[in-house]
């Protein structure tokens, strides 16, 4: 059975730092990409960054870029994004997804993605 477990989501105030982890199961691990997106209320999903393991590449949202890093540990099965200086803008629940292969610059289409974990709450206060 796959599974997608988010942790690391908490309130904090702009300016501070979150490290979020996904630790997958129930597939090959290295086969897979990984990627991040995020729900605020009333607002459409939205691609956060997303790392594909078969050929490295790494895309982020333009609105995190320079803010945000994701990154991946193999050995834990596990798929990190560190968000430094985030802002009130950054409030939602955030999502890991994974499809089998490698992503495109079309990573942010949320039917490509064939797993979803249950999502993080992430709150930033001004």
């Known amino acids: 059975e796959v599974q997608l477990v988010e942790s690391g989501g908490g309130s904090v105030q702009a300016g501070e730092s979150l490290r979020l982890s996904c630790t997958a199961s129930g597939f090959t691990f290295n086969d897979y990409a990984m990627s991040w997106f995020r729900q605020a209320p009333g607002k459409e999903r939205e691609g956060v960054a997303s790392i594909s393991h078969t050929n490295g590449r790494i895309y982020y949202g333009n609105s995190v870029k320079g803010r945000f890093t994701i990154s991946s540990d193999n050995a834990k099965n596990t798929v990190y994004l560190q968000m430094n200086n985030l802002e009130p803008e950054d409030t939602a629940v955030y999502y890991c997804?994974?499809?089998?292969?490698?992503?495109?610059?079309?990573?942010?289409?949320?039917?490509?993605?064939?797993?979803w974990g249950q999502g993080t709450q992430v709150t930033v206060s001004s």
């Open positions: 997804a994974t499809v089998f292969g490698a992503l495109n610059r079309m990573w942010t289409s949320r039917d490509k993605y064939d797993y």
